[in-house]
C-alpha cells in the first residue's frame, strides 16, 4: 500500500482519500467563496472536516476561466488567518496556490501540502517545496487562467499532459522531492474543450507516470454544465458521478465541493467492489 507525505501526515492510499474544498475568493466559480470573512470561513473549514473531509484544501485566489490575478497581499491577507486556525485541527491542510511568496507564509503557517495549478513552474517555487516536508500536487494548465479558456488546442491531449507531468516530475526529483510526496493533477477544466476533459478522464491512469497518485478535481466544473445543461447549483449529482467514475479508474485523491454526499457514494461503491451486489 503506497503512503502519501504530507508534513507530519502519513495518509494511506488504500482508498480515494476526499479533500473538501474551502474557498477563501469573493468570485469563486461555484459560489461558495468565503472572501475576507475569516470567521465565516473558518466555519466552512469546520462543516468540510465534520463531513468528513481527509484534507482540506485552502484556495484565496480564484483560478476560474476568466480570473483576474490576485496580488500576493491580498492573497495572504485572506488565507493566513483562516489557515493558522485551521492548521491546528489535527487534519492535513492544503494551500492551492501559484506564488512562491505565498507557498513559503503558507507552510510556516502550519500548511502540509501545496497545490499547484501551474506544477511548481514559478522561479523558487521548487525549492520551496523541496526545503519542506510538504507534499505537493502538480497540475497541468495551458495558458493562464484568464485567457486559457479561449481557443484550447491540443494534437494529443493526453500524451501531451503526461509529457507535461513527466518533465515536472522529473525536475521535482531532481530537487530533491520524494515520489511519496508528489500527486499529479491532469487539471480538467484548465485550459480544455469538453472533448479533451472527457479524453484525460477516459485516460485517467496513463495520464500518471510511474504510478504516482492522481488527484481529480471535476466537481461543480462547467464540463459537467456542458454534459447536463445544469447551472453551477445544479451539478452536485453530476459531481458525485464523476468523483466515483475517478475513484473507479484509480484516482487516489477527489478535491470536492461536497464532501458528505460524496464519502457516502464512496461508501456504497466500496461495499458492492468488496462484497458484490448487495441482497
Not at 224 to 236: D, Q, S
Given at each position: ?79 493566513i ?21 505565498v ?42 487562467p ?18 507535461f ?42 495520464t ?26 445544479g451539478?452536485m ?43
Amino acid at each position: 500500500m503506497s503512503v502519501l507525505h504530507c508534513g507530519r501526515f502519513r495518509l494511506p492510499l488504500d482508498r480515494p482519500l476526499v479533500m473538501g474544498i474551502v474557498n477563501l475568493t469573493p468570485d469563486s466559480f461555484s459560489g461558495d467563496g468565503t472572501g475576507g470573512d475569516v470567521a465565516r470561513a473558518i466555519h466552512h473549514a469546520r462543516h468540510q472536516l465534520e463531513a468528513g473531509a481527509d484534507i482540506l484544501d485552502l484556495g484565496a485566489e480564484s483560478s476560474r476561466p476568466g480570473a483576474i490575478p490576485t496580488p500576493e497581499m491580498e492573497e495572504l491577507r485572506r488565507l493566513i488567518p483562516v489557515l493558522r486556525e485551521v492548521s491546528g485541527w489535527g487534519v492535513p491542510v492544503s494551500v492551492d496556490t501559484y506564488k512562491p511568496v505565498v507557498m513559503r507564509a503558507a507552510l510556516e503557517a502550519g500548511a502540509t501540502m501545496i497545490n499547484d495549478i501551474s506544477a511548481l513552474i514559478h522561479p523558487g517555487a521548487i525549492d520551496i517545496v523541496a526545503a519542506s516536508d510538504c507534499a505537493v500536487c502538480l497540475m497541468h494548465m495551458a495558458g493562464e487562467p484568464g485567457t486559457m479558456q479561449q481557443s484550447p488546442s491540443y494534437d494529443d491531449v493526453v500524451g501531451e499532459v503526461r509529457a507535461f507531468l513527466d518533465a515536472r516530475v522529473s525536475l521535482c526529483r531532481a530537487a530533491g522531492i520524494a515520489d511519496n510526496r508528489i500527486v499529479l493533477d491532469p487539471g480538467l477544466g484548465f485550459g480544455k474543450t469538453l472533448a479533451h476533459n472527457l479524453a484525460l478522464f477516459r485516460a485517467l491512469t496513463a495520464t500518471g507516470v510511474n504510478q504516482l497518485p492522481v488527484l481529480i478535481g471535476a466537481s461543480r466544473k462547467t464540463m459537467l454544465g456542458a454534459i447536463t445543461g445544469r447551472p453551477v447549483e445544479g451539478r452536485m449529482a453530476a459531481s458525485i458521478a464523476a468523483a466515483l467514475l475517478a475513484a473507479q479508474k484509480g484516482a487516489k485523491i477527489l478535491r470536492v465541493h461536497d464532501v458528505a454526499e460524496t464519502i457516502d457514494a464512496l461508501a456504497v461503491l466500496a461495499a458492492v467492489e468488496e462484497r458484490g451486489v448487495l441482497q
